[in-house]
């Protein structure tokens, strides 16, 4: 109930801007869209950086999937963000991973062979880091800095390294870091394509590769106006795995003991039963 | 990861195992890294699967009275610190980043001293047998400085009277192996059991199994609790495999001269240690890899 007075008032605020801003007619504020959460007005973690305006309907999303489910079938899974927006605008969609110390480990050549010489640690590096835009991103960061939207190069360099390390080292690390990550497809390094239809309506296929790491998601769409971030949704996508085997490796960090007894007795009835057969044949 | 390739390779390591009757976990564990498992989670899991191979044959030969459990018990003391302290070791190792090295340097320098020694053994055999067919084998053991340590034991199913240090201390070996290796190590135990120790060949087998059984069983439970690298589904689509793949392999053998069978699993066993060495040597495509994600608290 308190969130229908939320989205009301903000709407009421949104007339009421529309109208000083001058002599454009603004259309009645749509009815709030069953199940779409309505422009995540109440999604949390919402930046506080970005303007009241993000309450407002202007902007509109939705996801084709509530989640990304991995099964021990996984290949990678495709989802759509779609949506509405007031025009004019231009939209840039920010997926990011869950952040995670990650430990980047180098290998060198001793004596022939090739092992791990070298490894530093990052603190909050982003499981996945892919952008899309509905024009050149440059070109529409340029024009108003953009405020928060932080392109990969942008938000890694706020990344922190674990302990002190010769700064060109530290470098190369970083680079590591990136190229073992793009390796995998976890930081595409193209920027997606957001298609425009009607010069109000929005679609954004957001491509996931095989080996994704579980954890909440954030993707977050942006409208731009004139270069200045005129409205932000933010809608958390879950990975997570599912299924027997995820169940297992649940068990496995969890009790690991028990998990280790269990496999023991897997193995005793497994050994005795393949045994048994075999005599029998 | 597919599991029909999963399975595939079971079968094949277990074809291999019936064949040239040794438990197949040295062969299983490189072919496992060949596929992209990585080495620590190979090693872990497969030691899973040792205890299933090892019980099967354990309860043979316990029936037959082929169990000297007092020896059995005495190489279990040394087993279970070796094992013990080959985790504690794995976890180091894993700690420190080095731990898929150890594991790769470890197999290429063993599978290479196993598979010469038995390229020469049967090269040998094979020329002898030509020049002279009738030619006895040699003495099956002798005896050396070891029967001067103290604590001696006499153990009666073995017909031996020897230092307890021994036996102890070739468990610790195997334990060792097993834990960082993920074999059973039966491929050493027994010449150790029948050259070292000087244990009658009847009885060899079962005690080998016991000890194996209860060391495997050491390095499960250890490897699970502290480094969470066993994979009860690989270890059991391994045994799957095994439970198939070994007795077409065990009726192959019957069908070829031991000779012929020793040569090819030296060369066999040369081959996948080369192929390892490859990997070692081969430049990477990127010289940076990731360890693994720490959640931020």
């Not at chain 1, 991103?137 to 674990?162: C, F, M, N, Y």
């Not at chain 2, 080095?98 to 055999?125: H, K, N, P, W």
């Not at chain 2, 495997?216 to 250890?222: G, K, P, S």
Request: with cysteine.
């Amino acid at each position: 109930m308190s969130r229908l007075i939320m989205v009301l008032a903000a709407c009421c605020g949104l007339t009421a801007t529309a109208f000083a801003q001058g002599p454009r007619i603004e259309a009645p504020a749509p009815a709030p869209l069953p199940g779409t959460g309505l422009g995540g007005s109440s999604v949390p973690g919402s930046p506080p950086s970005v303007p009241a305006e993000s309450e407002t309907p202007e902007l509109i999303v939705d996801l084709s999937r509530a989640r990304v489910s991995i099964t021990s079938a996984f290949h990678g899974a495709s989802i759509l963000m779609f949506g509405m927006f007031d025009p004019p605008g231009e939209i840039v969609v920010v997926v990011a991973g869950p952040p995670a110390r990650e430990t980047v480990m180098r290998k060198e050549r001793f004596l022939g062979l090739w092992l791990n010489t070298g490894r530093q640690s990052f603190l909050d590096v982003p499981a996945y880091y892919a952008i899309a835009a509905s024009q050149p991103l440059q070109r529409l960061l340029a024009r108003g800095a953009g405020g928060e939207i932080l392109s990969l190069e942008d938000r890694l360099s706020t990344v922190k390294p674990d302990g002190s390390r010769d700064p060109a080292e530290l470098a190369k690390f970083r680079a590591g870091l990136v190229d073992v990550k793009r390796l995998e497809g976890l930081y595409p390094a193209a920027v997606g394509q957001v298609t425009v239809q009607a010069s109000r309506l929005f679609r954004v296929d957001l491509p996931f590769p095989s080996r994704l790491p579980e954890g909440v998601y954030d993707v977050r769409a942006y409208l731009l106006r004139d270069g200045n971030i005129v409205a932000a949704v933010s809608r958390p996508l879950p990975v997570g795995k599912v299924g027997f085997s995820a169940q297992l490796a649940g068990w496995a960090s969890r009790d690991g003991a028990l998990y280790g007894l269990g496999a023991i007795v897997m193995a005793l009835f497994a050994g005795w039963l393949g045994g048994a057969i075999v005599r029998r044949l | 990861m597919n599991v029909f390739v999963l399975l595939g390779l079971g079968a094949a390591a277990g074809l291999l195992a019936g064949m040239f009757g040794v438990g197949g976990g040295f062969l299983a564990t490189p072919l496992l890294i060949f596929v992209g498992i990585p080495p620590a989670v190979a090693v872990a899991s497969q030691a899973n699967q040792v205890i299933a191979n090892s019980v099967s044959s354990f309860q043979v030969q316990w029936r037959r009275g082929n169990v000297d459990l007092r020896m059995g018990l005495v190489l279990l003391v040394g087993g279970m610190i070796g094992s013990t302290a080959g985790v504690a070791l794995f976890t180091y190792l894993k700690n420190i980043g080095q731990i898929d090295f150890v594991i790769a340097v470890l197999y290429v320098v063993m599978l290479s001293t196993i598979g010469l020694l038995m390229l020469i053994e049967s090269l040998r055999t094979y020329i002898k047998r030509r020049r002279n067919p009738g030619a006895p084998r040699g003495k099956l053991h002798t005896h050396y400085l070891v029967h001067r340590l103290p604590l001696k034991l006499r153990f009666y199913k073995s017909k031996l009277y020897i230092s307890a240090l021994l036996p102890v201390g070739v468990g610790f070996v195997i334990g060792v192996l097993s834990a960082i290796l993920g074999v059973g190590g039966g491929f050493v135990l027994v010449p150790a059991m029948i050259y070292l120790l000087g244990m009658p060949t009847t009885v060899v087998i079962g005690t080998s199994n016991f000890q194996i059984l209860f060391v495997a069983a050491n390095v499960t439970f250890l490897q699970a609790a502290t480094n969470g690298t066993v994979d009860v589904v690989l270890a059991l689509l391994l045994i799957l495999g095994g439970v198939v793949g070994a007795p077409i392999g065990s009726r192959l053998a019957a069908k070829l001269p031991g000779v012929v069978l020793r040569g090819l699993m030296s060369v066999l066993i040369l081959a996948v240690a080369g192929q390892l060495l490859v990997e070692l040597l081969r430049t990477p495509s990127l010289p940076f890899s990731l360890g693994p994600r720490e959640a931020l608290k």
